[in-house]
Every structure is written in structure tokens, then in C-alpha cells.
């Protein structure tokens, strides 16, 4: 289909791939030819990318599109084995045990039909072991002691196999530029960001997750109940750490994304007119011309957060027919940070070098925690129960809920920069249809440039690119989400077997985690 005319005069046709060798100014425009017949020489296809083309597996028909008949198996496997073990000690002492694990595994996450390496697919496995011990101990006839420990282990692996972490690129395709002596398979993106044109099965291939995660939740509770006349009086507290700990390995091997400008008309500055594309991203791909790169140096954060709580109750039989509950709890919780303050965060209210002094910046954790601990989580409670007559009972209650401190939603799979130790390097057009990176010659740059800015403010943006910075933490993070909860009920009983009941039951939150609001929304 003709969209347009160039320069020259020429046809301009839908998906036709433009050499990039052939790049001149006609006129104050840049233009290049088209390929005859819309087809690459051989001699001018990337060596790299031809190896790596030689890992795509040949079509199953013989159609232009819709070629490749989809083969593929995916299955998964789950167990959960428990022991549970009782022993009494006496008329006054026992003491259980219980363990149970989680199990889960899948060979490959994703059904695409493309074999390792080249498979964006993942290979998933969690074991998740609990582990409790508790003591119940009658101290005398009216006291009564529970002490328990417990902890949590989880461990998810949310990774390409090891023929693609240990996949050696370099000996393998001649691919230069890894981070890591055992130099993954790159991960391609964009291949198939154009429709209809032979390759429409992914976008990607290659590496695309290398996690490998680690949360131990150690706890500790007890409480003291004592039974005295009408009260029965309840004092007690718990203790709990969350250590997170992510070995990501994602993007050490490289990272190259590929566009249709490289094989597109320069002059049009953009990869379509008149609705209809120009140039071709696999074109691109298999002339080895990235229109950006990136590379990580792998990362190994430690998150750490300790809380703790004590309450004192009471259960108050007033007369025979009024019940009270009432009681306190004091909660104390923080929020996720870094066991080495090796982690940093987008400051909206900083000054920028790289950024000509606008506001927002990178500032780390080094020079202090970004979140503030909510130090007043204090939540009364009361119930009552009122015996109106012998069939009618009146319940009500209300009291003051605190919710857990958000988690890491995975926060460190995003690559921390600037903290001395870990970073990224990123290597993108300096114009419309040039190339970030090719394949042949790699990713060019000394081992210490992942060091380079360290605790600098300006960090981000990088030198003639535009590159996002790091992620923002909420510096109320430390306040945990608050519920007000209130009910009352009535109970009647209407025959013998026969009982009704009418509740009302209400509750507000306030500072209650969401992800629905969009900090870079346009409100003009």
C-alpha cells in the first residue's frame, strides 16, 4: 500500500525497510533507498543476529503470516506435607509443634513455543515452610501463660532456567558487553511491535526475569490470662521482623530494544505517515541495529522492617445479664528499608544538576530514611452484650483497627542506581533512525561506570538521554492503614428452633494502601 512520496519522488509503501548505508541529505532531508524487493542481502545481516535467528525455530507453514503452529507444554505441580505434634507435659503443661511446606513448581510459565534460550519464558518455584512451637502453661487455678515462636519461609524463583542465565553469549554468539562472568542470553524487545508482517507470535525473546527471592518472618507472642471474680483480665504482645532479601540477575546479559526507525525514513521522524508504518523492527534486529540497549550489574538489596504490639484486655461479666469487653492496643510498625541504605528514590522537592536546577532529583537512603514510623497506633475497643429478656440479646461493638505496613511489591526488581555498588548503563539514539547499540560491536564501556555518580543528585537524567529515575516511596509508608469498625446486632429467638438475627455493621478506613492514584496524571 503507497502512503506517501519521498524526497525524490518515490513511492513510499507500507513496511518497506529502508537501508541504513544509504543514508544522505537530499535537500535538508535525511533519506536512504529501500532494499530491493524489501529484502536484506545476506551479507548485510549481522552475524550476531544471524545466530540468533538460527535459534528461532523455521515456520511450520508456508503462509506470510500465521505461520508457526504453537507447540508447547506447560504444567505445574503443588504439595502441602504437614506434621502437627501435641504433648502433654502433665495436668498444667503443653506444648505443640507444627510444620507445613508449601510446594509449588513450573517448568515454564508461559506457553510460546519457543525453545531456550530464546524463550521469554520463565521457570517458577516456591517453598514456603512454616514453622511454630507453643507452650501453654497453667501457672496456677486461675492464671493461665501461652508462649509461642514461629517464623515464615519463603523462597520463589521467578527465573529463566540456567541454559539461559549460564548461557555464555559471548563464546556462544560473540556478543560483547555482559556484566557477569557467566554472561546470560541477551533479552531482544520490540521485535514484534508491527502487525501482520510474519512475526507476530512476541515481542520479545531472551532473558526477561532473573529473580530469585527470599522473605523470613520470625515472630514471637505470649500473653498472660488471669481470672479474677467477675473479670477475666488479658495482658499480652507480639514481635515480628520481615527480611526481604532479591537477587536479581535480570539484564546483565544486556538488554536491546529494536524499532522500526533504524530501517524507516529519517527525514519523517516518526516510524509511520498516513497510517501506515515505515521500516520494520525484525528488519532492524537482523541489520543488528538496536535503537537502544541497556546493562545491569546485578543487584542484591536487603529490605528489613520490625514491628511489635502489646494489649491489655478485660472481660467483665457486670450482672447477669450485661457483659462488657473492653480493652487497648498500642502498635508499632515500620516501613521497608535497606539493611546497608544502599537504596535510593526519586526527590520531587531536590534540585537537579543534570537538570538545569529544575526540581526532581535522586536522593539515598545513606543521608537518612525516607519514611517516618507512626509512633501513635493506639486502638481502644469495647463490646457489650445485653441480655434484654430470655430471648432477646442486644450485642454491639466498636473499636480502632491498624493494618501491616505496605510490603516491597516487588519494588526491587527495579535497578537501584547511585548507591555506589549497583547500577545501570543505557545506550540510546542520539537521533531518529541512528542506533543505540549493534550488535556486532556490543556494549562498549569500563566496569567502573557502574560506580560512576555515586550519591549524586543528578544522576538522572543521563548525559543527552532521557531516562526515567528511580522509583518514589511514600514517605508516610510508616503509617499504617487505620480502620474504625462499629456494630450491633440483635438476636431473637423465635421458636425453639428457630433464631433471627439483624446486624449493622460499619467501618472506615483512612491511609489505606492503593494503587489507583497516578502521580504524573495531567490535571490541566
Given at each position: ?38 529484502i536484506?542481502?545476506?551479507?548485510r ?16 507453514s ?43 513448581d ?92 510474519g ?88 541489520l ?106 442486644l ?9 501491616a ?8 526488581g ?13 545506550f540510546?539514539?542520539?537521533?531518529f ?90 490535571t490541566?
Open positions: 500500500r503507497r502512503v506517501g512520496v519521498d524526497p525524490r519522488g518515490r513511492p513510499i509503501r507500507e513496511k518497506e525497510i529502508y537501508a541504513p548505508l544509504t543514508t544522505r541529505v537530499l535537500n535538508g532531508k535525511i533519506v536512504r533507498d529501500p532494499f530491493p524487493g524489501n536484506i542481502p545476506m551479507r545481516i549481522d552475524p550476531i543476529a544471524a545466530k540468533i535467528q538460527s535459534l528461532i525455530p523455521p515456520a511450520t508456508s503462509s506470510a503470516v500465521n505461520n508457526f503452529a504453537l507447540l508447547d507444554h506447560s504444567s505445574q505441580t503443588m504439595m502441602i506435607p504437614s506434621v502437627k505434634i501435641d504433648q502433654n507435659f502433665g495436668p498444667t503443661s503443653k506444648v505443640s509443634f507444627y510444620w507445613s511446606e508449601f510446594r509449588h513450573e517448568p515454564k510459565a508461559s506457553v510460546d513455543g519457543l525453545p531456550w534460550p530464546i524463550s521469554p519464558g520463565r521457570k517458577q518455584t516456591t517453598r514456603t515452610n512454616i514453622f511454630r512451637l507453643n507452650l501453654d502453661k497453667t501457672l496456677t487455678s486461675d492464671m493461665f501463660l501461652h508462649f509461642g515462636i514461629g517464623e515464615t519461609r519463603y523462597l520463589h524463583s521467578d527465573s529463566a532456567p540456567p541454559s539461559v542465565l549460564d548461557y555464555g553469549a559471548e563464546a556462544n554468539l560473540g556478543l560483547v558487553g555482559c556484566s557477569i562472568s557467566s554472561c546470560p542470553f541477551p533479552e531482544l524487545t520490540g521485535l514484534g511491535s508491527l502487525s501482520g508482517a512475526f507476530t507470535d512476541t515481542s520479545d525473546i531472551g532473558l526477561t526475569n532473573a529473580g530469585f527471592y527470599t522473605e523470613n518472618t520470625p515472630t514471637v507472642v505470649g500473653s498472660l490470662t488471669w481470672a479474677k471474680g467477675n473479670h477475666s483480665y488479658k495482658a499480652g504482645g507480639e514481635w515480628h521482623e520481615d527480611l526481604w532479601t532479591d537477587l536479581e540477575s535480570v539484564g546483565t546479559g544486556g538488554v536491546y530494544n529494536f524499532a522500526s526507525s533504524e530501517t524507516g525514513l529519517p527525514y519523517l521522524q516518526a516510524p509511520s505517515v498516513n497510517g501506515g508504518d515505515v521500516g520494520f523492527p525484525y528488519a532492524s534486529f537482523l543488528g541495529q538496536a535503537d537502544s540497549a541497556s546493562v545491569r550489574n546485578g543487584q542484591e538489596p536487603n529490605m528489613r522492617k520490625y514491628g511489635y504490639g502489646l494489649y491489655v484486655q478485660d472481660t467483665w461479666k457486670a450482672t447477669s445479664k450485661l457483659t462488657l469487653d473492653y480493652g487497648l492496643r498500642y502498635d508499632y510498625q515500620q516501613a521497608y528499608s535497606e539493611s546497608r541504605n544502599r537504596l535510593s528514590e526519586f526527590a520531587p522537592s531536590i534540585s537537579n544538576p543534570s537538570a538545569g536546577g529544575l526540581l526532581g532529583a535522586t536522593k539515598y537512603q545513606s543521608n537518612g530514611k525516607f519514611t517516618k514510623t507512626y509512633p501513635y497506633a493506639i486502638g481502644p475497643r469495647i463490646g457489650i452484650a445485653y441480655e434484654l429478656n430470655s430471648k432477646t440479646v450485642r454491639g461493638g466498636w473499636g480502632i483497627v491498624y493494618g505496613t505496605p510490603g516491597t511489591q516487588y519494588m526491587t527495579t535497578q537501584i542506581i547511585g548507591t555506589g555498588g549497583w547500577g545501570v548503563l543505557d540510546s539514539s542520539t537521533s533512525g541512528s542506533p543505540g547499540a549493534v550488535l556486532q560491536n556490543g556494549l562498549q564501556y569500563p566496569t567502573s561506570a557502574f560506580t560512576a555518580g555515586a550519591l549524586s543528585a543528578g544522576i538522572r537524567p543521563s548525559p543527552g538521554q532521557i531516562n526515567p529515575p528511580p522509583y518514589y516511596i511514600d514517605p508516610q509508608a510508616g503509617r499504617p492503614a487505620r480502620t474504625n469498625q462499629y456494630n450491633i446486632t440483635v438476636e431473637r429467638q423465635l421458636a425453639r428452633n428457630l433464631a433471627l438475627e439483624a446486624s449493622y455493621v460499619g467501618n472506615r478506613g483512612v491511609w489505606l494502601q492503593s494503587d489507583l492514584m497516578d502521580l504524573n496524571a495531567n490541566a
